[in-house]
């Protein structure tokens, strides 16, 4: 089975700290990706990368960088967290194509005060 | 555009069978998914149908295409209370390269009643 863990479940931040998100996975998928999920919004692609050290902006970049120096793990980082960023986060990790199967891990719910 | 539309809640009796209705905008998604989500947990792959497919049968699981009016559904015979969860729809969109991005729907909350 495809596993995908993040560093953590839950997580209380102040505004202006920087915080770093990671994930990691075991099924050495190429493409691995940054989502945001909002009540009534759904799900919404921060960032992604389809290899080690590269990276694709998604429909929400700002506000967010990613850092991808080995293939099995993925960062998320918010320079400067704001309370707009209050969130759950979650991670996936992709078959690429053609069938672009997606696996998600857990989740981060993220509070910004 | 991309754009993928689903209603945001659906009640029903255990032992009924459930319908979750999804419409999509991309008319060239090769894949199209449905993802369930349990309460404080992350997204599941229930289950996908490729486009040239116009149904797809897994246990209790049907998936209906119909690429004419771009709408997918999915159907749960005998649903339990187990089965109460959101459930997103997602279709692959391209994104330049050699890849594709998922784009989601705002997910639909099944509620089922004992």
């Known amino acids: 089975d495809v596993k995908v863990t993040q560093s953590s479940r839950y997580l209380v931040k102040r505004t202006g700290e920087k915080v770093f998100l990671e994930c990691v996975q075991d099924?050495?998928?190429?493409?691995m990706f940054w989502y945001r999920q909002d009540p009534g919004l759904g799900l919404r692609l921060i960032y992604f990368?389809?290899?080690?050290?590269?990276?694709e902006k998604g429909d929400i970049p700002e506000g967010y960088s990613v850092s991808r120096e080995k293939k099995e793990r993925f960062s998320l980082i918010l320079e400067s967290a704001s309370t707009n960023q209050t969130s759950m986060y979650l991670c996936a990790s992709g078959s690429g194509p053609p069938e672009d199967e997606q696996y998600f891990g857990p989740g981060t719910r993220l509070t910004v005060t | 555009g991309e754009d993928v539309e689903q209603s945001l809640f659906l009640s029903v009796r255990e032992g009924d069978s459930s319908v979750i209705n999804c419409t999509y905008t991309?008319?060239?998604?090769?894949?199209l998914y449905w993802y369930k989500q349990e309460p404080g947990a992350g997204l599941q792959l229930l289950t996908y149908i490729f486009s040239n497919m116009d149904m797809k049968q897994d246990q209790r699981l049907t998936v209906l295409l119909n690429k004419k009016d771009k709408h997918l559904s999915l159907r749960i015979a005998d649903t339990q209370t187990g089965d109460s969860a959101i459930y997103f729809c997602?279709?692959?969109?391209?994104?330049?390269?050699?890849?594709?991005?998922?784009?989601f729907g705002t997910g639909t909350l099944l509620a089922v009643q004992p």
């Open positions: 991309d008319s060239s998604s090769t894949y």
């Open positions: 997602a279709e692959t969109f391209p994104y330049g390269g050699a890849t594709n991005k998922l784009i």
């Open positions: 099924m050495d998928h190429e493409n």
């Open positions: 990368s389809y290899d080690v050290k590269m990276k």
